[in-house]
């Protein structure tokens, strides 16, 4: 008599609560894994800004640097015309204006193709956080010279001046203060306070010193 039960493949499939706790397991691991991508995207994305930052402060510190080894003795003439002239300001300031005023030397001019000297009044402000370095094409300007502006850092807080000259210091130095126009600082020391209590302290002798 022939059996009506169907033979048996021997093949067993996965019962509801085996395929629930697969998929638990998956869901887990898949966590995880997001979790760990995201990390190493948030690392990555913190050592691009810390790299950003310090590149910022690297600039910072060779303009001001090279600046000062540069600074002349040239007098700037007065913006109104009839202000004595001077040839280094320097005190801190309310945020927009300028905190340090001088004229350097060295601006290249290969074979006098341009119709300039080698010198430059340059100036360093804060406005909104930003460190602001002015370039002016000739030292005394008009309305019309052209200056280049370079913002060299963001996120300032503060900055603070000192001038050494023989053997003290001072935090303002007004170079037509009844003194020689030939007479500069030693040496000039540049403290710039930022967020997240960065600090960039910038120290160097004047080119210009007598």
Same mark, same amino acid.
């Given at each position: 008599? =022939?059996?009506?039960?169907?033979?048996?493949s #021997?093949?067993? @499939? $996965?019962?509801?609560?085996?395929? %629930?706790?697969?998929l638990?397991?998956?869901?887990?691991?898949?966590?995880?894994?997001t979790?760990?991508?995201?990390?190493?995207?948030?690392t990555?994305?913190?050592?691009?800004?810390?790299?950003?930052?310090?590149?910022?402060l690297?600039?910072a510190q060779?303009?001001l640097?090279?600046?000062?080894a =540069?600074?002349?003795?040239?007098?700037?003439? #007065?913006d109104? @015309? $009839?202000s004595?002239?001077?040839? %280094?300001?320097?005190?801190?300031?309310?945020?927009g204006?300028p905190?340090?005023?001088?004229?350097?030397?060295g601006?290249l001019?290969?074979?006098?193709?341009e119709?300039?000297?080698?010198?430059?009044a340059?100036?360093?402000?804060?406005?909104e956080?930003?460190?602001?370095r002015?370039?002016?094409?000739?030292?005394?300007?008009?309305?019309?010279?052209p200056?280049s502006?370079?913002v060299l850092l963001?996120s300032?807080?503060?900055?603070?001046?000192?001038?050494?000259?023989?053997d003290?210091?001072?935090?303002?130095?007004?170079?037509?203060?009844?003194?020689?126009?030939?007479?500069?600082?030693?040496?000039?020391?540049?403290?710039?306070?930022?967020?997240?209590?960065?600090a960039?302290?910038?120290?160097?002798l004047t080119?210009?010193?007598?």
């Amino acid at each position: 008599m =022939a059996s009506d039960r169907m033979p048996s493949s #021997g093949q067993t @499939g $996965f019962t509801l609560l085996e395929t %629930l706790v697969a998929l638990f397991i998956l869901s887990i691991l898949s966590a995880a894994g997001t979790g760990m991508l995201i990390g190493a995207i948030d690392t990555n994305k913190a050592v691009e800004r810390r790299g950003s930052v310090q590149q910022e402060l690297d600039l910072a510190q060779a303009f001001l640097r090279n600046d000062i080894a =540069a600074l002349s003795g040239r007098a700037i003439r #007065g913006d109104d @015309g $009839f202000s004595p002239p001077g040839n %280094l300001f320097g005190r801190v300031v309310p945020d927009g204006q300028p905190f340090l005023t001088f004229v350097r030397s060295g601006w290249l001019n290969p074979g006098n193709l341009e119709p300039r000297s080698t010198l430059q009044a340059i100036e360093y402000r804060l406005e909104e956080g930003r460190l602001i370095r002015s370039a002016t094409l000739r030292p005394d300007s008009d309305p019309r010279t052209p200056v280049s502006e370079q913002v060299l850092l963001h996120s300032v807080k503060s900055v603070g001046l000192r001038f050494f000259r023989g053997d003290s210091w001072s935090e303002v130095w007004e170079g037509d203060a009844g003194q020689s126009l030939h007479v500069l600082p030693d040496l000039i020391e540049v403290e710039l306070h930022l967020e997240g209590d960065l600090a960039l302290s910038v120290m160097a002798l004047t080119g210009g010193r007598t």
